[in-house]
């Protein structure tokens, strides 16, 4: 494949060097030690470390890697592969997962699409977090896959250059997906279902409300046509207070309880909860409003 990275000084290609990539002015930017690159700009840094921190990132791969969330991945995987079959036979396929955390879903979709729908297929894997912590672990998990620090809102990669965006309960910026979606491409989007954490919440809020549909389905419109809704839901037993703080901390409640509500759930030892979880797929738009079926 060709390179579809863009560079974020002057937007044009950046090509793979010995030591990183390079555009055409000369603009550099070396891999990490551990095979990361980061293209996030001085200028463009809102914090000096913007995005999960450290402890978040490890409370994150304990739990993932318990598989409290693997029929979620597998749901994610299921639309993809899906979505692939219906792609013209032996044509390549990138995909990038914007906001990708410390790299589970990307990991576990290329070992499902390599026993799958994507065996006969060159697919191109690349992951984008704008926490420098977040991507230093992705890339222990798989060091084949392209691995990047960069802002979903200032994405390195050229217009119309990927296939599938994966984003997993991380923010949006749908311009910037659109913008470097092919015509033909997907956004798959997956964010919490009206009864995700409930048992959690109920701990944390008086009044558990549900989840209401993610503002993305409204935001989306102009540039994106609705193709599918699934949603993924069961039962899940938390059976150590180490697991619950770790899902805790994975979520934006973490940081908005007061200290009491904090310490209600650190002294449980067992947590009973939904997991609920939508996955939508949106097809870009073409240029003239019509949707490209694959
Ligand atoms: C709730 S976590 C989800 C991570 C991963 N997708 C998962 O589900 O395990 C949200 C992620 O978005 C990242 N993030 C926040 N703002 C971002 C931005 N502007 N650009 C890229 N990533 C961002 C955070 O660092 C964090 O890793
Ligand atoms: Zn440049």
Redesign the pocket.
């Known amino acids: 494949m060709t390179s579809i990275l863009q560079?974020p000084?002057?937007?044009?290609p950046?090509l793979a060097t010995a030591t990183g990539y390079q555009?055409?002015?000369r603009?550099s930017f070396d891999a990490a030690r551990q095979g990361y690159v980061n293209l996030v700009l001085a200028q463009n840094k809102h914090s000096k470390e913007p995005g999960d921190d450290p402890d978040m990132i490890q409370s994150r791969r304990r739990f993932l890697d318990l598989g409290c969330y693997n029929r979620v991945s597998d749901g994610i995987n299921e639309a993809i592969g899906s979505m692939l079959s219906g792609l013209a036979h032996g044509s390549d396929c990138s995909v990038l997962d914007a906001g990708c955390g410390e790299g589970f879903y990307l990991a576990r979709l290329k070992e499902a699409l390599a026993r799958g729908s994507a065996a006969h297929r060159r697919m191109e894997y690349h992951g984008v977090d704008v926490s420098k912590f977040a991507v230093r672990q992705a890339t222990q998990r798989d060091r084949s896959m392209a691995w990047f620090v960069a802002s979903i809102n200032d994405l390195p990669f050229l217009d119309g250059s990927l296939d599938i965006v994966l984003s997993v309960f991380s923010p949006a910026n749908i311009l910037e997906f659109a913008r470097i979606l092919k015509q033909s491409g997907s956004l798959i989007f997956v964010s919490p279902g009206p009864r995700h954490l409930n048992g959690l919440r109920e701990i944390i809020y008086p009044v558990t409300r549900e989840h209401g549909a993610p503002a993305i389905t409204e935001k989306a419109e102009a540039l994106f046509a609705p193709a599918t809704v699934s949603r993924i839901t069961y039962p899940l037993e938390l059976k150590d207070n180490q697991t619950i703080m770790d899902l805790l901390a994975m979520t934006p409640y973490y940081w908005n309880i007061d200290r009491e509500t904090k310490g209600k759930v650190a002294a449980l030892d067992r947590l009973q909860l939904d997991v609920d979880v939508e996955i939508r797929v949106f097809k870009k738009k073409s240029g003239d409003g019509t949707v490209y079926a694959c």
């Open positions: 560079c000084v002057c937007r044009e950046l555009c055409a002015a603009h």
